[in-house]
């Protein structure tokens, strides 16, 4: 299902990088189907128990409006498809009344999503993980590579499933709804891995983003032995 949990303005999660999310309703079922989702666009994975997930991107930048919220999230989580659970992590790109904003958080949902200190810029490459113990710890992990910077959280989460692995750009959301996707042109994800190997390794699905009227964004499809994909925003 598509969260709606985060209890914080949209100036302020900008500001403080809550970017975000939750779990996703997709629509369609098969491995290798492109489904269609309100909120995601990427690669959804299942598998009977997944241990850690991992890419990297690009912050991309996002173009400035004169007025109106925008914002797009980009992240690597656990167990967000069919769950109530989610453990993610990943960066933000918006616009807050015409000045752009980017910014690092992670979220264990149902639980809110938290803001970290970590100021990252456009064009910076980021690294992002998730990985799990098997015994309800989770530690997420985001490095800016081009600055050097690390962020680092261990949680817990015991009634996690651990059934499905996601890379995923999405159009987040404030307690008042699911905001409008900011153009940022488009992202390649890199490196992205499951327990280690490739998404294709596992049963998987293109997810693109649609609303009722119109494609927001779609995914490319897989390179590079099943690690790669772009994700690019459309015009509403």
């Known amino acids: 299902m598509a969260g709606l949990l985060i209890l914080v ?7 403080l990088g809550l970017a975000r999310s939750g ?12 489904e269609s989702s309100l909120n995601w666009a990427g690669y959804v994975t299942s598998h009977d128990h997944f241990r850690s997930v991992t890419a990297t991107w690009r912050v991309p930048a996002v173009r400035a409006t004169s007025d109106g919220q925008a914002a797009a999230s980009f992240w690597v ?6 769950s109530h659970s989610l453990q993610q992590i990943g960066t933000t790109s918006g616009v807050v009344g015409g000045a752009v904003r980017y910014g690092v958080w992670w979220e264990m949902l149902p639980g809110p999503a938290v803001g970290v200190s970590m100021p990252i810029s456009p064009g910076d490459t980021i690294t992002a993980s998730v990985v799990a113990d098997g015994h309800g710890t989770f530690t997420l992990t985001l490095r800016d ?13 015991a009634a996690a499933g651990l059934s499905s ?9 404030t307690s008042d709804g699911q905001l409008p996707l900011a153009d940022f042109g488009a992202v390649r994800f890199t490196g992205a891995r499951a ?10 699905s293109k ?12 995914a490319s499809e897989l390179s590079h032995g099943g690690s790669s994909f772009a994700v ?5």
């Open 9 to 15: 303005t949209i100036a302020a999660a900008m500001t």
């Open 23 to 34: 779990a996703i309703t997709i629509f369609g079922t098969g491995n290798g189907d492109t």
């Open 77 to 82: 989580g656990l167990d967000g498809r069919d």
């Open 145 to 157: 590579v081009t600055n050097g910077q690390r962020f680092e959280t261990r949680q817990l989460d």
């Open 165 to 173: 692995a996601e890379v995923v750009a999405e159009a987040p959301s």
């Open 195 to 204: 327990n280690g190997r490739p998404l294709t390794d596992f049963r998987w």
């Open 207 to 218: 997810v693109n983003m649609t609303s009722a009227v119109s494609t927001l964004a779609t």
């Open 232 to 236: 690019v925003w459309h015009k509403p």
